[in-house]
């Protein structure tokens, strides 16, 4: 099953962080989780990806349970920018399948 | 690098007609990767290359639908003929990892096509 579990929307008020959770409870250990988000009218951009270890980039930072069961990604000061859909997907031996995802509205 | 360029940007055709759309993806990569998007079922793979040959194309709806990479540097998608059921946006995307598909997809701007 390469799907993961998000809540279907979310808000964070401009310049506070915004933490979206995702569950993928079923991942296997040779799985990556990556995170991609879509901005209205554009491709889907490549944001962080990890397969255990918390990661950081200098657009947000993905931390990971020990279980790997699941993560949450961490916008640390969000913009009006930051508006879009993010998806939360297992790579493995699989090409990427994307879920519904989660639209974050960042409001003013 | 200019990003996975996709041409053209919209495409508005009447039924029954050919649609080709065009894909370059970055320069170096050598896995690419067609996915069509529409509201009803959002996301989805259609087909996808490693240096240059289709590895995966169960995504494709039907024989309507082909995909071709002649070279490293450029893939076609080609509907024919078209249907209005065929109306969605087709992005390309490509990624620079051998034949993993643990590498990030670089997705290009897609193209909207519209069926009549």
């Known amino acids: 099953d390469a799907k993961t579990t998000q809540p279907p929307s979310m808000d964070c008020a401009e310049g506070r962080a915004a933490n979206l959770p995702c569950n993928h409870s079923?991942?296997?250990?040779?799985?990556?989780v990556y995170w991609y988000r879509q901005i209205h009218s554009q491709g889907p951009q490549y944001i962080i990806h990890?397969?255990?270890n918390n990661e950081t980039n200098e657009m947000a930072s993905l931390i990971i349970t020990e279980d790997r069961k699941s993560s949450t990604l961490i916008l640390p000061h969000a913009t009006l920018r930051d508006t879009a859909v993010y998806y939360c997907?297992?790579?493995?031996?699989?090409?990427?399948?994307f879920g519904k995802g989660t639209r974050l509205s960042v409001i003013a | 690098d200019a990003g996975v360029i996709q041409s053209p940007r919209h495409e508005v055709t009447e039924m029954g007609q050919e649609v080709t759309l065009r894909c370059k993806p970055i320069?170096?990569?050598?896995?690419l990767f067609w996915y069509r998007q529409t509201m009803m079922r959002g996301l989805e793979l259609l087909i996808y290359?490693?240096?240059?040959?289709?590895?995966?194309d169960s995504g494709m709806p039907e024989d309507r639908f082909s995909a071709k990479m002649p070279n490293a540097s450029f893939s076609t998608l080609k509907i024919q003929p078209s249907e209005p059921r065929d109306s969605a946006v087709y992005f390309c995307?490509?990624?620079?990892?051998?034949?993993?598909?643990?590498?990030?997809?670089?997705f290009g701007n897609g193209t909207r096509l519209t069926v009549t």
């Open positions: 320069s170096g990569h050598n896995s």
């Open positions: 290359f490693n240096n240059n040959v289709p590895i995966d």
């Open positions: 990890g397969l255990k």
């Open positions: 995307a490509s990624s620079g990892q051998g034949s993993s598909y643990n590498s990030p997809l670089h």
């Open positions: 997907i297992k790579s493995g031996n699989t090409p990427l399948v």
């Open positions: 079923t991942i296997s250990g040779n799985e990556y």
